[in-house]
T-cell receptor, first 113, second 111 residues
Framework: DAGVIQSPRHEVTEMGQEVTLRCKPI?????LFWYRQTMMRGLELLIY????????DSGMPEDRFSAKMPNASFSTLKIQPSEPRDSAVYFC???????????FGSGTQLSVL | QKEVEQNSGPLSVPEGAIASLNCTYS??????FFWYRQYSGKSPELIMS????GDKEDGRFTAQLNKASQYVSLLIRDSQPSDSATYLC???????????FGQGTELSVKP
């Protein structure tokens, strides 16, 4: 299996621009998680889905952030408009119902100038 | 109070020594506990999971869980320089629920 696939690996954008991060979970996994990691705040859960349905989005910082999972093999995290404080590494992770282990993608390094 | 707390370190141990990493959590109904290792610039990878009180051993790693004290620990025996990384404690409540991570403890193993 290819593991959790995220794109892009790096994203540099200017303040005010829209940013879209993409994730393909491991085939057969029914849970998908979006995390953000910074030095100051560590690894923060933004939102997670079970069976494509958002279960808990309490970690989404504000209305500028939105996430979708239109099918079992694809999810997006969108930031519009982006701000410099959104600069971080964004990780996507997935797990299966029968095995709670979380598998992480390689992450997207986002820099908002 | 943070949901999952760890000492940020850095924790420095000599090669061959035992490294002890600690974690406390606030939610008493937490059911699943995990230790992840993260090398600089890489994504977290699972090294241990534990669900019941007591010890669980896997090679040089031992996870310890005490639900009454809301305490989880990870022992690394015969520490190697390749163990130098940040170790993240993670806690999950109900099955399928969200996984909350601690801030991580940076471990440095000196040759």
């Amino acid at each position: 299996d290819a593991g959790v696939i995220q794109s892009p690996r790096h994203e540099v954008t200017e303040m005010g621009q829209e940013v879209t991060l993409r994730c393909k979970p491991i085939s057969g996994h029914n849970s998908l998680f979006w995390y953000r990691q910074t030095m100051m705040r560590g690894l923060e859960l933004l939102i997670y889905f079970n069976n494509n349905v958002p279960i808990d989005d309490s970690g989404m910082p504000e209305d500028r952030f939105s996430a979708k999972m239109p099918n079992a093999s694809f999810s997006t995290l969108k930031i519009q408009p982006s701000e410099p404080r959104d600069s971080a590494v964004y990780f996507c992770a997935s797990s299966s119902r029968t095995d709670e282990k979380l598998f992480f993608g390689s992450g997207t390094q986002l820099s908002v100038l | 109070q943070k949901e999952v707390e760890q000492n940020s370190g850095p924790l420095s141990v000599p090669e061959g020594a035992i490294a002890s990493l600690n974690c406390t959590y606030s939610d008493r109904v937490s059911q699943s506990f995990f230790w992840y290792r993260q090398y600089s610039g890489k994504s977290p990878e699972l090294i241990m999971s534990i669900y019941s009180n007591g010890d669980k051993e896997d090679g040089r790693f031992t996870a310890q869980l005490n639900k009454a004290s809301q305490y989880v620990s990870l022992l690394i025996r015969d520490s190697q320089p390749s163990d130098s990384a940040t170790y993240l404690c993670a806690v999950r409540g109900n099955q399928g629920g969200k996984l909350i991570f601690g801030q991580g403890t940076e471990l440095s193993v000196k040759p």
